[in-house]
């Protein structure tokens, strides 16, 4: 197993020891999901068990804490919720199971950051034999994209619970005056940036996260739609064609459209741009709108919603699953661990986490009527339309997806900041993308 190098974060050193360790004890290809050796056997007694839950800080976690009593009534499942921030989240997680400890037994964690080092590390137990021998639980529900994006060397790695698409966010009130149609093409989008860019009035055309490592995962959607990808079979692909005609497309429209301090954007910055009122156009996750709902929001009524425009090879909006369920390997409660996974992905838990404005992935709850009421009429719409389209991914799907990242962000960079000529710059990165893939394929 290679030695992974994680230099990306000031705890890589730890990150790099953690996959060290992880990588004597990873998961057996040849071993079968669900085997005496990996699983407890089912029907082993679950009740008076206590497992530890540790979750992220996300509105799904605010949904799913009030209903946990009624589940530990149900089952005589005790639960203990342990809760960290994002950023502490996957440095808990990474201590915890470099110490082989036995908690937490579930966990939220993010399938495209984490998920291949987590699995590979051997600390994500396979759930296929839990999920799909289950017909009640109906896997079948959940759309590919999500099943996929939770999916790693063949083996359902975790349980998808929060889904995000990227679509088209529009200032309806100035579309209207400009007599301007919704951007349809991604030519459209640029020709209505330019229009509606008028920075003197303190209105630009456009914004978007500029930031070098968050843009790339909405930069993706362009790519896809050119016909790119990060990475084609196998081999890094971020020089091609296409991938430099979706890289000078997103920059160009953050040069010419977009605040002059873009480059400092990431989510939190572009959506309170948008929401100030200073931007016409806006590309970003679907997950985002609740951050224009406010009642600070000077766009609040003015907001419309549309799928993400069409490219060379039409709309590909990534459709990932940005958060999922998984349980500890080591974990001696692997069956009541599973039992509250089956409790807060299934049908009925999933509807009211939805309702509260969590985009989930199963199908049945997006054709019941009740699973919309959470979200404005047109964005359910748009929900509903793209939901089991679109890519799997958001970013480069390596194990050291910091590195990556920083190679495709660096090359959209350079054209936020007026690069002409971003080909060998583009080859360079493709070459420091492919020694990464290779090196992990050692």
């Not at 896809?224 to 000078?248: H, L, Q, R, T, W």
């Not at 953050?254 to 590309?283: C, D, E, H, V």
């Not at 609740?290 to 990534?318: C, I, Q």
């Amino acid at each position: 197993m290679k030695k992974l190098q994680l230099l990306q974060t000031g705890w890589a050193g730890l990150l790099v020891v953690a996959a060290l360790a992880g990588c004597s004890n990873s998961n057996n290809p040849d071993k079968q999901p669900g085997s005496a050796e990996n699983e407890a056997k089912p029907g082993e007694g679950i009740q008076g068990r206590t497992i530890t839950f540790v979750t992220g800080s996300h509105p799904w976690v605010d949904v799913i804490k009030p209903l946990i009593p009624q589940f530990e009534k149900e089952t005589g499942i005790n639960v203990r919720i342990q809760g960290y921030f994002e950023d502490q989240l996957t440095q808990k997680l990474t201590v915890q199971f470099t110490a082989r400890s036995e908690t937490p037994d579930v966990f939220m964690y993010r399938p495209l950051q984490e998920g291949k080092l987590f699995f590979q590390s051997g600390w994500l137990e396979p759930l296929d034999a839990y999920a799909g021998q289950d017909a009640e639980y109906d896997l079948g529900d959940f759309s590919p994209q999500s099943i996929r994006s939770s999916t790693v060397d063949g083996h359902l790695a975790g349980i998808p619970i929060v889904t995000e698409q990227q679509i088209l966010y529009y200032r309806k009130d100035l579309l209207k005056e400009a007599g301007i149609e919704v951007p349809a093409t991604i030519d459209e989008l640029e020709e209505a940036a330019a229009k509606l860019n008028h920075p003197e009035q303190g209105v630009y055309g456009f914004v978007a996260r500029g930031q070098r490592s968050p843009l790339v995962t909405q930069v993706s959607s362009f790519l896809y739609s050119e016909g790119g990808d990060f990475i084609k079979n196998g081999k890094a692909a971020i020089n091609s064609p296409e991938a430099i005609k979706a890289f000078e497309t997103y920059g160009g429209l953050l040069r010419n459209y977009g605040p002059p301090n873009a480059i400092n954007m990431s989510w939190p910055q572009a959506s309170a741009f948008f929401a100030q009122g200073k931007a016409a156009l806006y590309t970003d996750a679907n997950s985002i709108y609740r951050a224009l709902d406010t009642e600070e929001s000077k766009v609040r009524g003015n907001v419309g919603f549309a799928p993400f425009p069409s490219g060379t090879k039409g709309s590909m909006p990534y459709n990932i699953t940005s958060w999922g369920l998984a349980i500890n390997p080591k974990s001696p409660n692997k069956e009541a661990a599973w039992a509250f996974i089956k409790w807060a992905s299934g049908k009925s838990v999933m509807l009211l986490t939805q309702q509260a404005g969590n985009p989930g992935p199963r199908s049945s709850v997006w054709k019941d009527p009740r699973g919309t009421i959470g979200f404005p009429e047109q964005l359910a719409a748009v929900f509903r339309q793209t939901v089991n389209g679109g890519i799997d991914h958001d970013r480069p799907q390596t194990v050291d997806v910091a590195a990556a990242r920083e190679q495709v962000g660096k090359i959209v960079q350079m054209v936020i900041t007026g690069e002409t000529d971003i080909r060998q710059s583009a080859d360079q990165a493709n070459a420091a993308l492919q020694a990464l893939l290779d090196e992990e394929a050692e």
